[in-house]
C-alpha cells in the first residue's frame, strides 16, 4: 500500500525535525545571520555608512553572506541523510512513485526554507537598524523592502540548488566543498576577470536583488529569475538521477 501525498509529507517533515544535521543547519540560518548582523552593526555599522558611495540597503544584508552558507548546509544535510543512514530504500520502499516523493520532499525543504528566510531576513534588517543611528533606513526605503523579500526568496533558491545538487552526486560533503568555495572565493574571482559573466552564476544574480539601484544588465527580479534556473537545473538534474538510479 502506498503511502498518500499528505503522509509523505508529514513523513519529511519528521525527517527534517529529527535529524540534527538538517535541524541545525537549518536554525543556524537565523542564529548565524543575527549573530554576525549583531556583531558588524554595532561595531562598525555607522563607520560603514559615513561613505558617500555607501548602498545602505545593501549593506543593511550583510550577514546574508554567512546566513546562505548555512542555508546551503541544510539543504546538503536534509538530502545526505537518507544516503548516510539507508533510509532512502525504506522511503522508496513506501513511496515507490519517485517523482512523487522527490516533489514533496523538494517541496518542504524549499518551502521551510523559505520562511526561514524571510523571518532572517526581515529580523535581521530591523535588528540591524538598531545599531545604526542617524544613518538607520526603515522598510520603506526605496529597495528596503524588495531586499528583504528578495533576500528570504534568495536563501531558499540556494537551498533547493544545493539540495538538487545532492541527490545528483549523494554527497552533502561533496556539495559543500564544491559550493561554499564556489560562492566565498571563486565567484569574486570570476568577477573580476570575467566581468559581466559573473552576474549569471547563481549567487551574483540573487543578491541583484538586494541593492538599491543594481548595476549591470539585468534588474533585481531577473537576476532572481537567473538564480531559480540555476536551482531548477539542480533540481532537474537530481530528479533524473533518482529515477536512473538505484537506492
Known amino acids: 500500500m502506498t503511502m498518500s501525498t499528505t503522509a509523505v509529507l508529514r513523513s519529511e517533515w519528521i525527517k527534517i525535525r529529527s535529524v540534527r544535521s538538517a535541524a ?3 536554525a543556524a540560518v537565523f542564529l548565524v545571520t543575527m549573530a554576525i548582523t549583531v556583531l558588524a552593526f554595532a561595531t562598525v555599522g555607522q563607520a560603514e555608512a559615513d561613505n558617500a558611495d555607501a548602498d545602505l540597503v545593501f549593506g543593511a544584508f550583510y550577514a546574508l553572506n554567512f546566513g546562505q552558507i548555512a542555508a546551503i548546509s ?10 548516510v543512514t539507508g533510509a532512502l530504500r525504506m522511503s522508496l520502499a ?7 516523493f522527490y516533489t514533496v520532499k523538494m517541496s518542504l525543504i524549499g518551502g521551510v526554507a523559505l520562511a526561514v528566510g524571510l523571518v532572517t531576513s ?39 540548488f544545493a539540495a538538487g545538487l545532492t541527490v545528483l552526486l549523494r554527497s552533502a560533503a561533496a556539495v559543500l566543498s ?3 568555495p564556489f560562492i566565498l572565493i571563486v565567484s569574486f574571482v570570476v568577477g573580476d576577470v570575467a566581468g559581466g559573466v559573473a552576474e549569471y552564476l ?8 538586494l541593492h538599491q539601484h543594481p548595476e549591470g544588465t539585468m534588474g533585481p527580479w531577473t537576476g532572481m529569475a ?15 538521477a533518482l529515477r536512473q538510479r538505484d537506492a
Do not use: C, K, N
Not at 535588528?127 to 528578495?150: D, K
Not at 537567473?226 to 533524473?240: H, I
Open 24 to 26: 541545525g543547519s537549518l
Open 226 to 240: 537567473v538564480t531559480a534556473a540555476w536551482a531548477g537545473a539542480s533540481l532537474l538534474a537530481g530528479w533524473w
Open 122 to 160: 526581515f529580523s535581521s534588517f530591523l535588528v540591524g537598524q538598531l545599531f545604526m543611528g542617524e544613518y538607520a533606513i526603515g522598510l520603506g526605503e526605496p529597495g528596503a523592502w524588495r531586499a528583504a523579500l528578495g533576500s528570504g526568496i534568495y536563501l531558499a533558491l540556494m537551498t533547493l
Open 74 to 83: 541544510f539543504g546538503a544535510t536534509a538530502i545526505s541523510s537518507e544516503y
Open 202 to 209: 547563481p549567487d551574483r544574480s540573487g543578491q541583484l536583488v
Open 94 to 100: 513506501a513511496v515507490p512513485r519517485r517523482t512523487l
Open 178 to 180: 564544491l559550493l561554499i
